[in-house]
């Protein structure tokens, strides 16, 4: 301890409100992932009609029973997490901007739908939530892009149950009562996934003489869940040549307390939202560098009653704090 520190005093925090290490690795591990897979074409686009191998559509919304709402005023799409991004493109192509909704042939548009129609759209969840409830036999579709991976964080509650066939949403299961989607979305995990958890398990190397700053090192395990091995392949070597990266950390308290974050609490898309290119070129939202030194392969594993593969990964991030 330096002679001129205050003895009582709690090293390198001086409020609760200040940027911590494990929160903000794993969210700036989330948004990095999320952003990057968007970059190698990690998006899926459906347009108005898309149909699936399974002589299927997507671009179909169903009714969804929520407890929290009344009866028909929640519609989700087959796939969720939509992209709400701006400013991606892979050989030239771009996710779809959401621009509204059709409902029996009508349009009404994006984001709050226009006369008796007004609705919010929960880009997380894959949802319309509208001010009435519609007809369960109502035709109402959608332009959406949903991301090929979801990426979350183990402390989400969507990491309860994890959702299979989501290629197949065929009219049977696509219903709010029918199978997985019988759950909230706020609980499902569509696949591939990945699921970033924080484990007890770091080091601390001194940075220099006299001085309380470390190399803090973390160990980060990525969960990875699909539904055949190729995918689990893919992520698995994606995760892999990020050995030796340097990436940007940004800031999680001023990019919230400025209003920049992407989404609202509620699912719906910031109009001042930035994403996370934009946010990591901003010098005044960026706190620090982490250094992935090192990922590991500790375990892989089949279901032996379903398609279903997921494979535990190690990563050892290092920041100088």
């Known amino acids: 301890m330096s002679c001129n520190e205050n003895p009582y005093k709690l090293h390198g925090i001086s409020s609760l409100q200040d940027n911590t290490l494990i929160p903000t690795v794993e969210e700036n591990l989330k948004s990095f992932f999320d952003y990057g897979l968007l970059h190698i074409g990690g998006f899926i686009n459906v347009n108005i009609p898309t149909s699936g191998l399974y002589k299927t559509t997507f671009h179909t919304l169903k009714p969804s029973k929520d407890p929290s709402y009344?009866?028909?005023?929640?519609?989700?799409?087959?796939?969720?997490?939509?992209?709400?991004?701006?400013?991606?493109?892979?050989?030239?192509t771009q996710p779809i901007n959401i621009s509204g909704i059709k409902i029996a042939n009508t349009f009404y548009p994006a984001?709050?739908?226009?006369g008796t129609i007004e609705f919010r759209l929960d880009y997380e969840?894959?949802?319309?939530?509208?001010?009435?409830?519609?007809?369960?036999?109502?035709?109402?579709?959608?332009?959406?892009?949903?991301?090929?991976?979801?990426?979350?964080?183990s402390n989400h509650n969507m990491w309860q149950t994890l959702q299979t066939m989501t290629y197949q949403?065929?009219?049977?299961?696509?219903?709010?009562?029918?199978?997985?989607?019988?759950?909230?979305?706020?609980?499902?995990?569509?696949?591939?996934?990945?699921?970033?958890?924080?484990?007890p398990r770091n080091s601390n190397t001194p940075y220099e003489l006299g001085s309380l700053v470390s190399y803090r090192q973390q160990d980060i395990l990525c969960h990875i869940y699909a539904e055949n091995i190729n995918d689990c392949n893919i992520l698995m070597d994606i995760l892999r040549l990020q050995k030796d990266k340097t990436i940007l950390?940004?800031?999680?308290?001023?990019?919230?307390?400025?209003?920049?974050?992407?989404?609202?609490?509620?699912?719906?898309?910031?109009?001042?939202?930035?994403?996370?290119?934009?946010?990591v070129s901003n010098p005044n939202l960026t706190w620090n560098r982490l250094y992935i030194k090192d990922v590991n392969f500790l375990d892989i594993q089949k279901n032996t009653s379903s398609s279903m593969v997921w494979c535990i990964t190690r990563l050892t991030v290092e920041v100088i704090v």
């Open 70 to 92: 009344v009866a028909n005023t929640v519609w989700q799409t087959p796939k969720k997490d939509w992209i709400w991004e701006s400013g991606i493109s892979y050989n030239n």
């Open 111 to 114: 984001p709050s739908g226009s």
């Open 125 to 153: 969840n894959g949802q319309v939530i509208f001010n009435k409830a519609i007809n369960s036999s109502s035709k109402v579709e959608m332009n959406y892009s949903y991301r090929w991976c979801q990426i979350i964080k």
């Open 169 to 199: 949403p065929n009219p049977q299961i696509s219903q709010a009562d029918k199978g997985d989607y019988s759950i909230s979305a706020s609980h499902r995990l569509q696949l591939p996934a990945i699921v970033i958890e924080t484990i």
């Open 249 to 279: 950390l940004y800031d999680l308290k001023k990019v919230i307390n400025n209003n920049f974050y992407g989404l609202n609490n509620n699912g719906s898309k910031n109009n001042n939202g930035l994403n996370y290119g934009q946010i």
